[in-house]
């Protein structure tokens, strides 16, 4: 089945350390992204990326670092530099432009501890 | 740039019941629209879309949208609702020059009560 795949589901890091949660499709989508959810807040766009080895910041992007070496692939780093990392994330992919429907992942929940 | 507007917090509905979840957007031309569905500690699933045309758009799980562009409106509704129907709903707004990104709402918490 074509979907989305986060991984882990639940992770948990200590302050000070980089973390990477992985994002994996195989939906053929060119664009890929990645939000942040916090209760009551909805989901902010941390990085988006439209076509392989290319990717633009969101509206929250400090702190956070992505790479798009491969279509199906779109890795999240969360740096010692984002000052309150603990949230949900989600990632997602759609086929065209980025304001069109979008497919998202199960989410992985990061806590700091 | 583009925004939206969930007035409405939490919600909770007799099962059975009707439903309408209020959704409002600012932009300046037509948008795209959307409605997504969370269960809790899950990803969002596609309710429903509105890119053009007939302005009543039908989803998945029986719900269906209305785009008001005189309101600047697209309320969710289902006639009657099954305890399934429990989640957390946002509407999303998408505009494709400008600001190009989908922008969410933050979201409506619906319960339902037996």
């Known amino acids: 089945d074509g979907g989305i795949t986060q991984s882990p589901k639940y992770l948990f890091r200590k302050e000070g350390q980089n973390v990477t949660l992985s994002c994996e499709q195989n939906?053929?989508?060119?664009?890929m992204y990645w939000y942040r959810q916090d209760p009551g807040q909805g989901l902010r766009l941390i990085y988006y990326?439209?076509?392989?080895?290319?990717?633009q910041k969101g509206d929250i992007a400090e702190g956070y670092s992505v790479s798009r070496e491969k279509k199906e692939s779109f890795p999240l780093t969360v740096t010692s530099a984002q000052k309150n990392p603990t949230a949900f994330y989600l990632c997602a992919s759609s086929q065209g432009r980025m304001y069109t429907e979008a497919f998202f992942g199960q989410g992985t929940r990061l806590t700091v501890v | 740039a583009q925004s939206v507007t969930q007035p409405d917090i939490h919600i909770t509905v007799s099962e059975g019941a009707s439903l309408e979840l209020r959704c409002n957007y600012s932009y300046g031309a037509t948008p795209y629209l959307f409605w997504y569905v969370q269960s809790p500690g899950q990803g969002l699933q596609l309710l429903l879309k509105y890119f053009s045309g007939d302005t009543l758009v039908q989803g998945i799980k029986g719900f269906e949208a209305e785009f008001k562009r005189s309101q600047s409106s697209f309320n969710l509704r289902k006639p009657s609702v099954h305890w399934s129907d429990a989640a957390e709903y946002f509407c999303?707004?998408?505009?494709?020059?400008?600001?190009?990104?989908?922008?969410f709402g933050t979201g409506t918490r619906l319960t339902i009560i037996p």
């Open positions: 939906l053929n989508h060119d664009a």
């Open positions: 999303a707004v998408g505009a494709d020059f400008g600001n190009e990104k989908l922008t």
């Open positions: 990326s439209q076509i392989v080895n290319d990717f």
